[in-house]
């Protein structure tokens, strides 16, 4: 087997060491896949025009782990770290896509940009969505989903966007996925 990694991007002002990544982390070693986390460079300011510098971070991040001679590798973000994947994901396929919660429209606040990277995505693509997530409405992301076939979806049943007691359920399903696509 070709050596497998992840990338893992964090929540908006979040750094490597959000819990959330480390519990996927963890949860990927067990499957011998292994995984970089970022803190992106902008942390504690304003994301950067066009999210440059956050793309930019997550390329070195991917780049280091193919230097280190793993040929799958793929891109995970929590929330607004998923919608930078999704953007790079659009522009350079890695071998897998994973989002865990995207915010994809808040109330009052559709993001069209967001909407047009995921529908774009050709890579194999997992979003991991509470069912109450209303940052993410989980019916834009099935009708997204239902124009691109490269998309799965996985509901949590009564989470919202921070997942709450249904996190391991989240990191698991996304684990067990990422195991079954890179290959």
């Known amino acids: 087997m070709s050596g497998r990694a992840a990338v893992l991007a964090p929540g908006y002002g979040g750094t490597a060491r959000q819990p959330i990544l480390r519990a996927l982390a963890d949860a990927l070693a067990t499957y011998a896949i ?5 803190t992106f460079a902008t942390r504690g300011s304003r994301p950067s025009a066009g999210y440059e510098r956050e793309l930019a971070d997550l390329r070195v991040a991917r ?3 193919g230097a280190e001679g793993n040929d ?3 891109l995970v973000g929590r929330s607004f770290g998923g919608r930078i994947a999704a ?8 071998a897998a896509l994973v989002v865990l919660g995207h915010p994809i429209s808040p109330p009052g606040r559709p993001r069209p940009r967001d909407e ?5 995505v050709t890579c194999p693509t997992l979003v991991v969505q509470g069912d109450h997530d209303q940052l993410g409405p989980y019916a834009v992301l099935e ?3 239902a124009t691109n076939p490269h998309i799965d979806l996985v509901a949590i049943a009564g989470a919202g ?3 709450g007691r249904q996190e391991g359920e989240a990191v698991a399903a996304a684990a067990r996925w ?3 696509m890179l290959r």
């Open 34 to 38: 292994a995984s970089r986390a970022v």
């Open 63 to 65: 780049d280091a782990l």
């Open 72 to 74: 799958c590798v793929a």
């Open 87 to 94: 953007f790079l994901a659009a522009q350079e396929p890695p």
């Open 116 to 120: 047009a990277a995921l529908a774009k």
């Open 143 to 145: 009708r997204i989903a």
């Open 161 to 163: 966007h921070e997942f």
């Open 178 to 180: 990422l195991d079954s």
